[in-house]
Structures are given as C-alpha cells and as structure tokens.
C-alpha cells in the first residue's frame, strides 16, 4: 500500500513538472507578446523631420552627385552570413561590426565631394551593432553636412531566434546633405505583416528632404527601404505606388525630385543571375509616371544573400539598388562602386546628374 501511495505521488510530481515546463515556454510567448503589443511603434502617416547640422560647401559646377547605400546596420560584412537568409548569425562580433562600421565612414568620408548620401539600415541603438550610433558616426565623416534621420525599425525586444534574441533595435534611414536643405518628412507606407510578426518587423517608410541647388532650383531627395521577404512582392508593389503618388505631386510643384535606395526588387532590364534558385521580382517602367525613369547600373551587383560567407565565385547576387528620377533629371552616370561587400552585404550607388531648365 505504501509503495502504491509512493508511485502515485511520483505521477503527480512528474505530471506538475511537466506541466511547468511547457507552462513556462507559453508564459514567455505570452509576455513577450503582450509587451510587444503595449509598445508597439506606431509613427503617423506624415512626420516632420528635424533638419540637424550646418553646411559648409562652395558653389560648384551644375553637375551633382548623390549616393544610396544600404549600409546593413554594420553587422553584415563579409565574413558573416545571417540567420534570415539562411544562415545562423544573429549579432555578429563586436570586432567585427567595429570593422565594418569604420570601414564604411572611411568610404564615405573618402567621398565626400558627393552632394546627397542616401543611407538605410541605420543602427541609432541596437544590440546587433553592439549600441553605437551610427547616424552620429555618419555625421563625424560628413563635416559641412544636414542630416535627416526616420525611424523605421523600433522594438525593445525581437525574441527571435528563441535561444539567441535580436533584443532592441534602433534604426532607420539617414539622408545627408552639403545643399541648402529646407525640411524633412517621414511618410509611412502602409504595408504591414500579419499581427504578431509585424510586432517584430519594420514600420517601412520614405524619407523626403527638401533642398534646393545653388542655382535655387527646387529638389527634393527621397530616401526609401522597401519590403524584403515579402514572397508575393504586394507590399512592394503597394509601396512604390504611395512613393510615386508623392514624388509626382511634388514634381507638379516644380520641384525636381531623386528617390534613391534599397528596393528588393530588381529594375526594368535586369537579367536575374539564377531564377530558378532565387524568385527575384522584377520592377516595370508601368509603375512610374509618364517620363520619369528607373535608373541602375546593371553590371554590377548591389546586395548578395546571406545564406553563407561570401564567396565572389558562388554567392547569389543581385541588383536591387538603384534610383528614380523626375522627368527633368539628365542623367551623367549611374555606377556601383564594388566593395565586394567588404562592409555591407549591400553595394553603394553613386548617380551623376544634372537639372534641366
């Protein structure tokens, strides 16, 4: 009888074992979920932007020059692969990022003599960038230039991947320029995942900043990150819309207008490398307005996956950096600069252009 008593009181020890272990895992979930869902970042549809900094330039030939470049919150070099595409990395090494980091403000400072830098994926503070600010490391390589900086990614804590979290991330798009640089705005789109990834994910937006040229020409520089992993490519599609139905409201102003940045879509013309390893999704001259224009190097690679290291010789690759550009733009040149993703698993975009009268 005693011994039945004992085996009895062993089952109900294993079952309240049992059931604290998977009651702990959903209390967790549950947490995590309720913070996220109280602190969500929820910014309006149409944001004033602060307008930081003094320029300092000389007057200078009607030739101007602008950069886009995903800078991949200094965390993805080179040596490192990335658990969304693939790969196992989640925060790369302190070392690591710190290579990146200077080896992008050495670019950048290097090129100063461009007139407009057009910068997504820009850590403010973030544990996968071990919490330095880059828009201010940004603003120590462009003396003499405004910057403008939207949010565009604000969560306290990303769980995933569940044994090693993202935690906070801090990050946006940075614009800088060395023009006279009037405003700034921050536009929401309006695409969304499904709750609760969308708790985790970007609040994708574009940011504007209004300038004008030396000659007093009216400009407007657009600065966009649109949707990645979006299987269907309707975010995007739905994105580009809302962007061109504000670019071509302000181009009817008689403003001239450049939009720059990271599209994850590949532009009008491009041959995709491998399409039956890779869905790419292609961009068409449809989704602009009469006469304006998409604008890309397409020799060059822009972004690589991040499924493995990278390997010049076996890495996909694509090109989905590029520009749009307002009726009056001349174009002079459009050219990636090859960095073999020494720093970013993106490439810069310089574009040369002019305004015609």
Not at 86 to 102: C, D, M, P, S, Y
Not at 205 to 214: G, I, T, V
Not at 280 to 304: C, F, G, K
């Amino acid at each position: 009888m005693e011994f039945a008593t004992t085996r009895v009181q062993m089952r109900k020890k294993i079952v309240r074992i049992a059931l604290i272990l998977i009651g702990l895992p959903l209390l967790y979930v549950a947490a995590v979920l309720l913070y996220a869902t109280a602190t969500d970042f929820t910014p309006p549809f149409k944001e004033a932007i602060q307008v930081d900094g003094q320029i300092v330039r000389s007057a200078k030939d009607s030739i101007y020059s602008a950069i886009t470049w995903n800078v991949g919150f200094t965390g993805l070099g080179a040596e490192t692969d990335f658990f969304y595409d693939g790969g196992t990395v989640v925060t790369q090494t302190e070392a690591l990022v710190k290579k990146n980091r200077e080896g992008i403000c050495k670019f950048v400072a290097a090129n100063a003599d461009v007139d407009v830098f057009l910068f997504q994926e820009v850590d403010s503070a973030a544990k996968r960038s071990h919490y330095i600010n880059m828009v201010e490391e940004l603003s120590a390589s462009l003396p003499g230039f405004v910057r403008s900086f939207a949010l565009n990614y604000n969560v306290d804590f990303v769980p995933i991947p569940f044994l090693d979290p993202m935690g906070k991330v801090k990050s946006g798009l940075a614009s800088f320029s060395n023009l006279s640089t009037t405003q700034a705005e921050r536009r929401s789109y309006d695409s969304q995942f499904s709750w609760p990834t969308r708790l985790f994910f970007l609040d994708r937006c574009f940011l504007a900043q209004m300038a004008k040229l030396d000659d007093g020409t009216d400009i407007c520089f657009i600065n966009t990150h649109c949707s990645a992993y979006d299987t269907a490519g309707v975010m995007v599609a739905n994105e580009i819309k809302r962007l061109m139905s504000y670019a071509d409201s302000v181009y009817q102003t008689g403003t001239t207008v450049i939009i720059g940045g990271d599209w994850n879509q590949c532009p009008p013309g491009y041959q995709p490398k491998d399409p039956k390893t890779y869905n790419e999704y292609m961009l068409s001259d449809d989704q602009l307005p009469p006469n304006w224009h998409w604008i890309a190097d397409i020799e060059t690679p822009t972004n690589r996956k991040m499924n493995t290291v990278y390997n010049p010789e076996t890495s996909y690759t694509s090109v989905i950096d590029h520009f749009v550009v307002s009726p009056n733009v001349e174009v002079i040149g459009v050219k990636t600069i090859d960095l073999d993703f020494a720093f970013s698993d993106h490439q810069p975009v310089r574009l040369d252009f002019r305004v015609r009268k």
